[in-house]
Nanobody, 123 residues
């Protein structure tokens, strides 16, 4: 079993920045890739970004390219999502997730999920 805990969400004005963290614990493996998803009220869960533990390969949704950066600290088993130039449409609950399929953009490919952290961007 792998446990994931997100933190770092909050309320910011448009154009501001936030840094989300996801700490992984339990029976983690270097083969486990990590991703970030988000879900706004009334909308389907949406892929944001993903990263592999070993190679550090990154993947981004088109909507966040150039604004968001995913990274990882292997020693701490922690994944980060640096969010810059935030827009009101970025408002959502953000979830970190773990998958054994590197770079997957489908939520169905992820086996482990955190509880989520709220990100609210005001106009």
């Amino acid at each position: 079993q792998v446990q994931l805990v997100e933190s770092g969400g909050g309320l910011v004005q448009a154009g501001g920045s936030l840094r989300l963290s996801c700490a992984a614990s339990g029976r983690t493996s270097s083969s486990l890739a990590m991703g970030w998803f988000r879900q706004a009220p009334g909308k389907e869960r949406e892929f944001v970004a993903a990263i592999t533990w070993t190679g550090g390969s990154t993947y981004y949704a088109d909507s966040v390219k150039g604004r968001f950066t995913i990274s990882r600290d292997s020693a701490k088993n922690t994944v980060y999502l640096q969010m810059n130039s935030l827009k009101p449409e970025d408002t959502a609950v953000y979830y970190c997730a773990g998958s054994y399929y590197p770079g997957s953009r489908s939520s169905s490919a992820y086996n482990y999920w955190g509880q989520g952290t709220q990100v609210t961007v005001s106009s």
